[in-house]
């Protein structure tokens, strides 16, 4: 079941009374599904003691049940609707536990911590922050007993939300509420901390957590492992892999790959293989993710022989490449000049269910204008949008850029036009490539009248976009146009550079400004712009 959004709102609202917006819709679904089934106690004790524990429910069983709990005369304990609510979040209706939540109160039954941290789980998995907070605040000034999974899943829920700053006070905090940090609040801390680069700080907690006595478990050694590779401490990481392995703590396939990926950033390919086969001896399956780790960096290495072994190996084990991973290896191909081998690879892509994507279609237009086949390129872009993939700006910039070397102007103005009306804004490098192209031709009217079009249009021009300008007014010797677009260069906020200071005295000079000239020259030297000369 896929996890819906919820009004942001809900939750300060059901602290306070129930919804009757939500009970409308649990009414409405279960009226129409228990024309075929209505339940009894025996059905409802089978269903919260058996199907629930086990986790094997649908959403259109939890409705029907809940809405009978509901309406008995004297409903059910909180530990029963509790059941219901856990079984729930397993199955990722987390929008419905709130939905539930809001009611119980209105029927008579109140909240226990368990009921409470199913709902802040709930809330946390689905990025409702704010309202986890109102949840944990709830708990904690309520006169409920907070337990580590609360603190747990609080701590969680703040670091995907990007606040490590509240889930470590968070974490610091918990002593003073008379409870103690676990094995899976260390887990949740660390892992936050290794994916914001603290690493030092999550190691630490790690020496802390062993020192207490609590045995770290293969979630926390792969936090810790991944933080390290991310660092680039590989060292580190292979001592923690062995500390790992000498614990009995067995590695899992994410283990493996967090540390594969790490071997293969530092380009130790020959060790990534090796920890693959010890991989494979030790009973664990590579997955997806292992392989397209592998595949990638030896595409970069350009090791194409064995990116196909890699695949073919693959797909005996019954494990299909995505399309990021049959990017990568085409890219490749077409960077080598084996544009049929890449043709091949599309077609073996189609064969197992992948389409080619805007990436697959971008880099063989790419490799299409390197060779100088605009028209063919050209082609390939409308086929893409007649197979609803839509180019982004990198497409269009590729091929406008290869348009503008070939100095055929006229079509790559039409293309410019023609990606905005197809809904795609272009970039500063959109702009800079066609005014590039423009000064060269000695087309300085149009080329201004783009500079203007893309202020318009809210893109603001950088050094680069004036200092093309400049050197095409000094070289039709505009002076007084190009001082002028010297001093707004300035006025904006984008700064000079040697090679725009260059162009302007050089242009000063050959057309006797000696004085002026020789103010720019110390005012760059001034702005540590050293010359060219």
Known sequence: MGTRKIMPAALSKAFSSSSSASSAVVGKLSHSSSKSFVPDPHSLHQFLTKQCKSGAITLDQALRFFDYM??????????????????LAK?????????????????????????????????????LASDSFLVLGKILRGGYTPTSATFSTSIKGLCVDNKIGEATRVFKNMSVFGCQPDVVTYGSIIDGLCKHGMVKKANQLFSQMKGKGISPDVVVYTSLLHGFCFRGN?????GLFIEMVDGRVQPNVVTFTVLIDGLCKQQKLQEANELLDLMIQRGQCPDTVTYTTLIDALCKQGRVEE????????????????????NTLIDVLCKKGRMEEANRVIGLMIQRGKHPDTVTYTTLIDTLCKDVRLDKANKLLHLMIQRNEHPNTVTYNTLINALCKQRRLEEADILLHWMVRKGQHPDIVTYNTMIDALCKEGRMEEATRLLDLMIERGQHPNTITYTTLVN??????????????????????????TITYTIMINGLCKIGLFERASDLLREMEEKGCAPMW
Do not use: W
């Open 234 to 238: 590989l060292e580190e990481a292979k």
């Open 70 to 87: 509901t309406r008995m005369l004297a409903p059910p304990p909180v530990s029963s609707f509790n059941h219901l609510l856990g079984a």
């Open 307 to 326: 990116v196909y072994g890699l695949l073919d190996l693959m797909f005996q084990r019954g494990h299909q490449p995505d399309t990021a991973t049959y």
């Open 91 to 127: 199955i990722q209706c987390h929008d419905h536990v709130i939905s539930f939540y809001q009611r119980l109160n209105s029927v008579g039954v109140f909240p226990d911590i368990r009921t409470l941290n199913i709902l802040l789980n709930c809330c946390c998995k689905m990025g």
């Open 472 to 497: 095409a007014l000094c070289k039709a010797r505009r002076m007084e146009e190009a001082n002028a677009l010297f001093e707004l260069m300035i006025q904006k906020g984008q700064h000079p550079d």
